[in-house]
């Protein structure tokens, strides 16, 4: 049987060659060939799918998963989007095929807990102690995974929403840990500028949404390569699809791609002046602005078809006096001993540099404007890494030099790791706080913010000798968090600042993004904390909605006189009008463009934490009342949620019963007299039940008592005339009613009251409870005669 050919092969094989411009590789990767006989270039992008970038409208453009995370490094397990699942077809760290990251949709499978994870943990920690690190509480080496195209890269996922096992020994370990020592300044008064990575939530829920994360999957290129059924329509998901029936074409794919990336760097624009209206100064750029621009089969150019929208968001940069940067993923790694690797890394970083490049901002803007990198992996041996870091680094283009930075990282390279790198390669660190209190070196240095203020003056040192403004990165371990693989999540905002200069630009890695610089601005009266104010739950009133459309009048309605009942039936047509009320039509009020999700005049952007939800639309909910004509159809599962709500109401009056009697409370009273008054009240309600058993009457014998009696009554009834009273005689024949029997027979469920028949049932029923009740009288009168 002949071999399996690949898929990417195939791809190729029936479509023509890429029309873009590549990406210009540095000198020391080599080129790949051309590949043989390659069919001739198809038409331009003239006629290219008209398609939305707005993934509230098209399904195929998806959120980015790293831009909604706190920080690039906290990336999912397998780099895939959430609910998307690797295709069992492909191995996981197959370079070959450029679809191997194309990931199924299909529900993520159910996390089990697996037996083994504790064994995992026990055999690192146990390896870790045997090499004797000095690296801060006992880091653990984790196991390397791989991305689609065999970058390799730290597993584990930091934003993980459920807990992972924790083992028994790491979790007494970290207990066990010296408390932090941190230090009580805080740079105020505050003059430097706040910033978050990425993504407004604000502006990401607007409508239309804003964010320059839009990204999609290389099956939607690939599909995207054939043109729409009808192409003089907009795409339609399912009355104007791509017909794979037709010639594909790689420049149809590629303009579609393409589009998606300058309708990212378009939303830049309003990113910034958002920013500006409320105080914010400095935003990391996200890395998946241009979709896969840096894929080893798939990659392009930025320029020229991106670098007049680029230019435009750079204008506005400049203008406001903003800063940027960038910060490559996991997978871009200098120091991997993999050739392949290596390659991938270098088409990211240039892909970095250009989108920087092209912004076009005045020198010191461009110099500011850098490119935050993690050294990686160890890879077995911390000396040989940095040896190949060094090799890699000198072949790197000067522009490249001139941005990159380094920043120690929360699983293995600290701050003494790296600092004496980058004063000896003249490269700027970034200090990261929150990964500086999970890894450090414990035999120079205590964990806390106090200790490190010592190696402030060499790290602006490295900063310094390039002439670019500082900055740090400050974020939060969860409150819950207790081992070192805990503390590696970030909270969703922070308490508190670092104790750094007053004037530093400071990146607030959190997952609330904006909210979070609004939280700590709010907290310490920073400037700009009187611009915005609470928003109004699940109401947007900057946006053009279709809740601004007009109302309708109210139309008159024809009625005629009921010569029965005096009254009006509607309907005829002849009848005189009755008179209404005009409503005034309001006409809808149009928000200018530039002032669609900026947050009205009133400046209302800031959302309370866990209130995420109110940025959106209310959901409806539909209560429906019980129809005591379909009652009877009720479930069971139905029947049972009536008696629970019954049940809760009877608790929540024996609870309001119970509040009263504390408030009627005597407060001199002791515990020992409210106790032997609650005895008391125990012994009154026993006394009364058994009283209650004595006479007979109790919730379990008067349904037993009433079906006798009906059924006695129902035989007599027959050979008993009913008896007629007139309408001002009193029947003084009835008998002595037993008020507690009444009581037990009166006590029905809501169900059975739900389920009572009405129309003609109910009727018939009526009528023979009333011969019934007649029949008895009857009987008793003709005993006394």
């Known amino acids: 049987m002949a071999p399996k050919r690949k898929r990417s092969t195939a791809v190729v094989a029936d479509t023509v060659v890429k029309s873009h411009t590549p990406i210009p590789l540095p000198a020391n990767v080599a080129p790949k060939p051309p590949l043989p006989n390659p069919p001739t270039r198809r038409s331009s992008t ?9 993934p509230d409208v098209n399904e195929q453009i998806i959120d980015a998963p790293g831009a909604m995370r706190a920080s690039p490094d906290d990336a999912l397990d397998n780099g895939l989007p959430p609910g998307a699942t690797k295709k069992e077809s492909e191995p996981e760290d197959s370079e070959d095929s450029a ?7 299909a529900p993520p499978p159910p996390k089990k807990r697996a037996t083994g994870t504790k064994a995992v943990v026990k055999k690192t920690v146990a390896v870790v102690k045997s090499e004797g690190t000095s690296a801060g509480p006992a880091p653990r080496t984790p196991p390397v995974k791989k991305g689609g195209n065999g970058e390799e890269s730290i597993a584990g996922d930091q934003e993980a929403e459920d807990d992972e096992p924790v083992d028994e020994e790491e979790l007494k370990e970290a207990l066990s840990r010296p408390p932090p020592v941190n230090s009580d300044y805080l740079p105020l008064p505050w003059k430097g500028r706040l910033g978050y990575a990425c993504l407004n939530t604000y502006l990401r829920f607007s409508n239309p949404p804003v964010f320059s994360s839009r990204t999609c999957r ?4 690939l599909e995207h390569r054939h043109p729409l059924k009808d192409p003089s329509q907009p795409e339609h998901a399912t009355k104007n699809r791509p017909d794979k029936d037709q010639p594909a074409d790689v420049a149809r794919g590629q303009a579609y791609v393409e589009s998606i990336g300058i309708a990212n760097a378009r939303d830049i624009v309003k990113m910034i002046r958002w920013n500006d209206r409320y105080g914010i100064k400095f935003l990391r750029l996200s890395s998946e602005m241009f979709p896969f621009a840096s894929h080893p089969e798939y990659g392009y150019s930025l320029a020229p078809f991106a670098s007049e929208a680029l230019a435009e968001a750079g204008k506005v940069i400049a203008e406001l006096g903003h800063r940027v940067s960038t910060h490559p993923g996991q997978f871009t790694q200098l120091g991997s001993p993999r050739k392949s690797v290596i390659d991938n890394a270098l088409r990211d970083l240039t892909y970095h540099d250009e989108l920087l490049s092209l912004l076009k901002l005045p020198p010191q803007q461009d110099r500011d404007a850098v490119m935050i990198l993690h050294l990686g992996g160890m890879f077995g041996d911390k000396a040989a890494t940095l040896d190949r870091f060094r090799a890699n680094y000198a072949g790197l283009s000067a522009s490249i030099k001139n941005r990159l930075v ?7 390279w600290s701050v003494h790791d790296l600092l004496p790198l980058c004063e000896e390669l003249n490269i700027p660190m970034v200090l990261d706080y929150h990964h500086h209190n999970i890894i450090f070196d414990a035999a120079r240095i205590r964990e806390g913010t106090r200790d490190i203020i010592e190696l402030y003056p060499r790290i602006k040192a490295t900063w310094d000798r390039k002439n670019i403004t500082q900055k740090m990165h400050y974020s939060e371990p969860t409150p819950a968090a207790i081992t070192g693989r805990q503390r590696r999540k970030h909270n969703p905002r922070v308490a508190t600042l670092p104790p750094c200069a007053p004037d530093m630009d400071l990146m607030i890695e959190a997952k609330d993004k904006e909210q979070a610089v609004f939280e700590l601005m709010r907290t310490f009266k920073l400037p700009g904390f009187d ?4 928003i109004i739950p699940h109401v947007r009133t900057d946006d053009n909605k279709a809740l601004n459309a007009p109302q309708r009048k ?3 309605t024809p009625k005629k006189p009921n010569s029965k009942k005096g009254k009006t039936e509607v309907g005829d047509d002849d009848a005189e009008l009755e008179p209404q009320e005009e409503e005034e039509v309001t006409a809808p009020v149009e928000i200018p463009g530039d002032e669609v999700g900026m947050g009205g005049p009133d400046g209302r952007v800031y959302w309370p934490s866990g209130m995420e939800d109110w940025l959106r639309p209310a959901k409806r909910i539909v209560k429906l009342k019980p129809n005591p004509s379909t009652s009877s159809l009720l479930t069971p599962a139905q029947k049972k949620k009536a008696a629970a709500d019954l049940a809760s109401v009877a608790s929540a009056v024996k609870e309001e019963a119970e509040a009263e009697d504390e408030a009627e409370a005597d407060p001199n009273e002791t515990a020992a007299t409210r106790k032997a008054k609650a005895a008391m009240k125990a012994a009154d309600a026993r006394k009364a039940r058994v009283a209650a058993e004595k006479a007979g009457v109790t919730k379990k014998a008067a349904p037993n008592v009433k079906k006798e009696k009906v059924t006695k009554v129902r035989k ?3 050979s008993v005339p009913t008896p007629s009273t007139s309408d001002g005689e009193e029947d003084l024949s009835e008998p002595p009613r037993d008020t507690d029997a009444e009581e037990a027979e009166t006590e029905v469920s809501a169900v059975n009251v739900a389920a009572r028949p009405t129309g003609a049932r109910a009727s018939q029923r009526a009528g023979r409870k009333a011969k ?14």
Do not use: C, Q, W
Request: negative net charge; glycine residues 2%.
């Open 772 to 785: 019934v009740s007649y029949a008895e009288t009857g009987e008793d009168e003709m005993d006394e005669e």
């Open 554 to 556: 109210k139309k008159a």
């Open 406 to 412: 380094l920043e120690n990282d929360d699983v293995i």
């Open 531 to 534: 611009s915005f104010n609470d």
């Open 218 to 221: 290389i099956a939607s290129i």
């Open 716 to 718: 007599e009834a027959k």
């Open 99 to 105: 679809l191997s990251d194309v990931p199924d949709i």
């Open 46 to 54: 003239r006629n290219a799918a008209k398609i939305s970038t707005n």
